[in-house]
């Protein structure tokens, strides 16, 4: 298996197997649900190599890898045993408690990431399907119409059935039982019943919920709804059928409750999610979709370009799977999206004229291997590559493309662009705006907004939002010595805590620090049983036993200082801290005194590793090339 490995050093850093209380995946990143994320090496992950980032957010740790994330994840399974296909839920019996919010993302990421794939691909076959007609290469009428829009509207037009699946692997339910309430929600004779039948009567006369009544249960009038397409009721009448479920399974012997837990289960919840969650779920889902258009209406143009520009932040965090819902819905009532979905296609290419900027300016190679990658992805509408490795790190650039993309919407909300279906990513979306009526304004506002995004980020950063070529002048940022170096944007030095003599990384006898997988750096045999500051920060790790310290600069570096090999278990002999964990130092003062001869007498080495523990977050860590080295003398630099 060509990711075995990863997928191996991966489920070991989130705490092993035991630790996994449910694995899925989205298109690039890996989520996890772990009982206890204190128990995951967040450091050694976010230094992988095939690992971009690590990110902790709606209730999920995200590992992010980037488009061959279904391969490391199949491998996950493997490996790891876990049994879960894409967006299963192990029970969570960890007790840990989620706010509101976080508890909603991670519904809807569970419930909705395991049919992007197949939603995008079907998607993609109706713009195709729309394409040809609008260009006069199809005509409505031919049988090869008639199939292609089959497999275009399949999915959608039986979302119930789909999301009955997933819902239930969410809920930990029977996927059978979710699947059939999806079923009987489009079963084809209620809406032949509603299209062709006599109503029986109306109810709510005079209001804004009047309806008519087709037929009844047990006396009960039901309201018949079009539940095809629709997302609420079956995600809110499987969730109900998990709990009904637990409860039969409890009251109802072993022997039997193979057949009669499913019986019980859907005779209870079919009619109730009929008679109450379908009507009421479908009533809260239209207010929603006037809500949605009310803001819309208001200003398209301010609605847009707010939601453009801050689309990437929602990103960072996970949170768009909050506005994922609305889009959905908005497609099952209104027929079109001319928000949510605009903005998740047309934000990527503003990334993309981003980073082809720096590719163009930067004189740094290992910059340039990275942008290449992340354009392609960002062209096939992949953000993550683009932002987590070369924009958001540099801050500036990011910036830049949210600005280019709040433009593109602007123009998209001008143009009165809407998404008529959701097909794919990037610019083989551009088909998912073509109207029942053809090519029209909208299309060519998408086209139009996604290439100002593009230019306008190229601009932005090529002109404004990056330096690469400056010559280096020395001045002073947040108290730390900072430069202005060709191909990057600054870099810090790190001044040796020691004196001694200076060992390569790779030649300490303990694999987590000679494999890189703590972060760069290099290490010292120390002359000198003393410790100095290396940089002004918060000491955020004094470790009680006193053999290691970690120091977080004002610039966001990360340094641990360990001094010697399985040191811990002298349990603080020999070593004397000067300073406490939560104090704020500068660089130079005194940190540590340990006794070199005793703790070598004691059997230990005193081979001192100074790492850069979130390397990953900067282009490189460059070593010292001195071979002794003294108090305060520049040991690394940190190129940011």
Not at 508 to 535: C, M, N, Q, R, T
Not at 616 to 623: A, G, N, T
Request: charged fraction near 15%; charge should be neutral.
């Amino acid at each position: 298996m060509k990711y075995e490995q990863l997928a191996k050093d991966i489920l070991e850093n989130v705490g092993g197997k035991s630790n996994v209380a449910g694995l899925a995946h989205c298109v690039t990143r890996l989520r996890f649900k772990l009982k206890d994320e204190g128990k995951a090496n967040t450091d050694v992950l976010k230094n992988m190599d095939g690992v971009i980032t690590v990110m902790q957010s709606g209730g999920q740790y995200q590992v992010v890898i980037g488009n061959h994330v279904p391969e490391v994840f199949a491998n996950i399974s493997t490996v790891g045993g876990l049994q879960l296909d894409t967006g299963q839920e192990s029970d969570d019996s960890s007790g840990a408690k989620k706010n509101v919010f976080n508890a909603f993302i991670d519904i809807v990421s569970g419930v909705f990431t395991p049919v992007l794939g197949i939603l995008g691909a079907t998607g993609m076959i109706k713009g195709l399907t729309a394409l040809l007609v609008a260009i006069g290469w199809l005509s409505t009428t031919s049988g090869t119409h008639h199939i292609l829009s089959a497999i275009g509207d399949c999915l959608f037009y039986f979302f119930p059935i789909f999301l009955g699946y997933t819902s239930a692997k969410k809920f930990n339910a029977n996927i059978f039982i979710g699947m059939a309430i999806g079923a009987c929600l489009v079963y084809p004779s209620f809406s032949s019943l509603t299209s062709t039948g006599q109503p029986l009567y109306t109810i709510f006369g005079g209001t804004a919920i009047e309806s008519s009544v087709y037929l009844s249960f047990l006396g009960i009038p039901v309201i018949l709804m079009n539940y095809a397409s629709s997302v609420i009721p079956i995600i809110l009448a499987t969730y109900v059928a998990a709990k009904f479920e637990k409860v039969f399974k409890r009251i109802i012997p072993n022997v039997i409750n193979n057949f009669f837990v499913p019986f019980c289960t859907l005779l209870v919840v079919v009619p109730l999610a009929l008679i109450v969650i379908g009507p009421v779920s479908t009533w809260v889902g239209q207010l929603i979709g006037y809500g949605t258009m009310f803001l819309y209406n208001t200003s398209p143009v301010i609605a847009n370009t707010l939601l453009n520009g801050f689309w990437q932040v929602f990103t960072i965090f996970g949170v768009q799977w909050g506005l994922v819902p609305i889009a959905f819905n908005n497609l099952a009532v209104l027929k079109y999206d001319p928000m949510i979905i605009p903005a998740s296609i047309l934000t990527v290419f503003s990334q993309v004229g981003v980073v082809l900027a720096i590719f163009i300016k930067t004189k740094n190679q290992k910059l340039k291997s990275l942008s290449i990658p992340a354009i392609i992805s960002g062209i096939f509408g992949v953000s993550e590559p683009a932002i987590y490795g070369i924009t958001l790190p540099r801050k500036k650039p990011f910036i830049m493309g949210c600005i280019a993309a709040a433009v593109g919407g602007g123009i998209t909300g001008f143009m009165g662009t809407k998404a008529y279906m959701i097909g794919g990513l990037g610019i083989v979306a551009f088909p998912s705006f073509i109207g029942p009526e053809g090519i029209d304004k909208g299309f060519y506002g998408m086209i139009i907004g996604s290439f100002v995004s593009f230019a306008l980020g190229f601009l932005l950063t090529f002109f404004r939002g990056y330096k690469d070529n400056e010559p280096i002048v020395e001045n002073k940022e947040n108290g730390q010595q900072v430069r202005s170096v060709q191909g990057a944007v600054h870099h810090q030095t790190v001044q040796s805590p020691m004196k001694g003599e200076v060992i390569a990384l790779n030649e300490v006898k303990d694999e987590a620090f000679s494999s890189g997988a703590l972060g760069k750096g290099i290490a010292i045999l120390p002359s000198e049983g003393k410790v100095y500051a290396p940089i002004d920060g918060v000491l955020t790790n004094v470790f009680p036993s006193g053999h290691a310290i970690g120091i977080t600069g004002l610039n966001g570096i990360e340094i641990l200082i360990h001094v010697g090999k399985d040191t811990v278990k002298l349990k603080g002999k020999h070593f004397t801290p000067k300073v406490k964990q939560g104090e704020a130092v500068k660089q130079g003062d005194l940190l540590l005194e340990f006794d070199i001869n005793a703790i070598e007498e004691a059997g230990f080495s005193i081979l001192t590793p100074v790492i850069v523990t979130n390397s990953q977050e900067f282009l490189d860590v460059i070593e010292t090339e001195k071979k002794r080295i003294s108090y305060h003398d520049d040991l690394l630099t940190v190129i940011q």
